[in-house]
């Protein structure tokens, strides 16, 4: 089943009809809340379970939220996130490689200073 066609402009660059809700559900929520309007977040919140929202606002993928948007969530779900976990998801055009650093350090994927091949961070 195809995602509906008004989640087109929070997940513009995919192609809706080949999507699985089921096996990108971190991604389209993420996508979602952060870049969707009323209707596309309303659809979010009805097609996936509170805890699927939460273990999405608990592990934020990287580089996509807005810093507002993410703290709005969070807020409205009682979450709370490391501060480094928080940065590290935060949309920036400016790189910040010693925040990357840390970021991989902490998480453990860093092997000799060098990121090792199963990074899913």
Request: aromatic share 10%; proline share 5%; hydrophobic share 40%.
């Amino acid at each position: 089943m195809s995602l509906p066609n008004f989640l087109q402009s929070a997940l513009w660059s995919y192609d809706l009809s080949k999507m699985d809700k089921n096996k990108y559900k971190k991604m389209i929520i993420s996508q979602v809340l952060n870049y969707g309007d009323k209707q596309a977040k309303t659809w979010v919140l009805a097609n996936y379970s509170p805890q699927d929202i939460k273990n999405s606002l608990l592990h934020p993928q990287r580089g996509i939220w807005f810093r507002d948007t993410l703290r709005e969530w969070l807020e409205k779900n009682n979450i709370m996130l490391a501060p480094l976990e928080f940065e590290v998801a935060i949309r920036d055009v400016n790189p910040r490689p010693r925040l990357m650093l840390s970021f991989f350090q902490r998480k453990g994927l860093l092997k000799n200073g060098v990121l090792s091949k199963n990074t899913k961070a």
